[in-house]
């Protein structure tokens, strides 16, 4: 898969006018890709920038292509080639690889040949019938590794074990030989093209281990097929046993975090042998770090498999010996299932979380998680009201009445403060660090949506201002640009335009500063700022950038109705 960094350099290069001769070749699985996809909204964006993109669409083999690869491949187009193609096309439907390995075994195991002598092409189709090669592509391909050695067997073995993508010096450490014997005994499975070298030099493995040093070599099954061949050979209790063994190595080699995922998958096939309470823990613990990356990069599906998992470890009596990890795990899942669009199992573990929060903090972020499943189910007032009860928890009060004076002293303390010292002062102050504080503006913010989209234009109003007011008493964070950035429609509203622009260049400078920590906030941002600040003042071309940035940050950070709001206004 492609990042959406990834994506828009791709993006880049093919709009660069000054670089027109470049060509790139991409491949994806189009019944993965939909309209709606990051890639699909880069092409279409490229292509309606007159960036030239042509499209191919790889179906499967006709019966005609099967035919054409065998006339081409043998030479002739006799009756028994056509009968030939006949046979491998009923056998393969079509399927590219495994119409390929078949033709491959046929020519292999001499039911196809040419009689030299003779200089005719023999085809033994009574050898074909007798064969009964199998329709299924992975039983072909397990029957084709039953040939191979057996000490390669027991190597494929090991290495699907691994995955698709395996490195060497870990494949020989659980084959438990030699980096050399490792690398002799996989040679006749690189030979068949079963497996590929992703290192042209992969032959230094045939030499002496001290002439690699720390060089890693990596090598991947030529395809997916291949791998789940050799993984069928591997019996159940064996398979977890080794991917228990296989989590434990990674684990030790784990330093910067990029092995998670790959130590998850391993601990998670092997479930079964994991006994005690400790290791149990832990790879609860790792599942939850597994399940927060993924939610971070809009894969909510795979967070909750990761949830599951990492709530199933807790054991009994979870609230009362392990607090903090079975609160991360519940809310965690409160979160992913309103992010996944399920929000009646959102709710049962908001209450969970609810009625077992045992500090404020706790009890104000469930409260958080309550007013977001809300607003998404349009519940505009319950959502505010599930807002002040999380602030209440902070002791923080949020007006119900009496709004209008209220709101007159916040824009009146506000332009004091900026005539005085400055709006760019702000961009000065420093991080917001009290978590107390933290947990207040982070309510604060989330009146955002239901106060505007609700009605409550008065609520909205007092919320945006006191937002910045707080943020100029205990500092900045990424909620801190959003508020500017509704601060400047605000002003703007009000006809104060030199104000709000000034405001509206804070909100950006800040929102691009925090935008590591919250890209979802530079998403919000972005969006006001390009359509209800900027606009006033601002060439459209400009405010077009800010627009498609906007954009880009909404489809990476998962805010997609700001993704929509913002599509709306380009």
């Known amino acids: 898969w492609a990042d959406m960094a990834s994506l828009e350099l791709i993006k880049q290069i093919m709009l660069n006018k000054e670089h027109p001769n470049f060509l790139l070749i991409g491949a994806y699985r189009d019944n993965e890709v939909d309209e709606s996809h990051q890639l699909s909204i880069m092409l279409n964006y490229a292509k309606a920038n007159k960036a030239y993109i042509k499209d191919i669409h790889l179906l499967e083999l006709t019966k ?25 096309y009923k056998k393969t439907q079509g399927n590219a690889f495994f119409t390929k390995q078949l033709i491959t075994s046929m020519i292999d195991e001499e039911i196809v040949k040419y009689d030299l002598g003779k200089s005719v092409l023999k085809i033994d189709f009574d050898q074909i019938q007798k064969k009964n090669y199998s329709e299924n592509v992975v039983e072909f391909m397990a029957a084709k590794l039953d040939k191979l050695p057996q000490e390669t067997i027991s190597i494929l073995k090991l290495a699907a074990s691994i995955g ?24 006749p499975a690189i030979v068949e093209e079963l497996i ?46 080794l991917h228990l063994y296989i989590a434990q190595i990674l684990l030790q ?3 910067k975090g990029e092995l998670l995922f790959e130590i998850v998958h391993q601990f998670n096939e092997a479930l079964s042998l994991i006994k005690d309470d400790e290791t149990k823990l832990k790879v609860s613990q790792l599942n939850l770090q597994a399940a927060i990356k993924a939610k971070n990069s809009n894969a909510y599906a795979s967070a909750l498999n990761y949830i599951t998992v990492a709530e199933s470890l807790l054991g009994k009596n979870s609230w009362e010996k392990n607090y903090k990890l079975t609160f991360d795990i519940k809310s965690l899942g409160a979160e992913a299932f309103y992010l996944k669009g399920d929000p009646e199992k959102s709710d049962v573990y908001i209450s969970e979380c609810l009625e077992m929060a045992n500090n404020p903090i706790d009890k104000a972020d469930i409260c958080y998680l309550k007013m977001l499943r809300l607003t998404l189910s349009n519940l505009y007032g319950e959502a505010i009201d599930a807002g ?5 928890e902070l002791g923080f009060d949020f007006p119900s009445d009496n709004l209008e004076p209220l709101i007159g002293e916040q824009i009146g303390f506000l332009l004091g403060y900026f005539q005085t010292n400055g709006i760019e002062s702000i961009a000065e102050n420093p991080d917001m660090t009290d978590p107390k504080s933290l947990a207040i503006i982070k309510i604060l913010d989330n009146f955002s949506m239901p106060t505007y989209v609700g009605g409550y234009t008065n609520l909205w109003i007092l ?14 964070t990424p909620e801190t640009a959003y508020a500017l950035s509704e601060l400047g429609l605000i002003l703007n509203l009000q006809g104060q335009y030199d104000f709000a622009l000034k405001v509206g260049e804070l909100s950006k400078t800040l929102a691009e500063k925090f935008e590591k920590r919250s890209l979802r906030h530079k998403a919000r941002s972005f969006h006001l700022i390009a359509n209800y600040n900027f606009i006033w003042n601002r060439h459209i071309n400009e405010i077009a950038e800010t627009n498609e940035e906007g954009f880009i940050a909404s489809m990476n950070s998962g805010e997609l109705i700001f993704a929509g709001y913002t599509n709306f206004h380009s």
């Not at 698709?164 to 040679?187: G, H, M, P, R, V």
């Not at 002040?388 to 209440?392: A, D």
């Open 64 to 88: 005609d292509n099967v035919k054409q690869m065998l006339c081409d491949t043998l030479h002739e187009n006799s009756d028994a080639v056509l009968k030939l193609a006949n046979e491998v």
């Open 164 to 187: 698709n993508q395996f490195e060497i010096k870990l494949l020989a450490k659980l084959y438990n030989k030699s980096i050399k014997i490792t690398y002799d005994n996989l040679k």
């Open 196 to 241: 590929i070298p992703l290192a042209e030099d992969y032959e230094l493995l045939g030499l002496d281990e001290f002439i690699l040093g720390s060089r890693n070599f990596h090598f991947n099954f030529s395809h997916d097929r291949v791998q789940q061949a050799a993984y069928s050979r591997v019996d159940g209790e064996e398979s977890s046993k």
């Open 253 to 255: 080699q784990e330093t």
């Open 388 to 392: 002040r009860s999380g602030l209440e």
């Open 463 to 476: 919320q945006a201002c006191m937002k910045v007011s707080y943020s100029i008493e205990n500092g900045n």
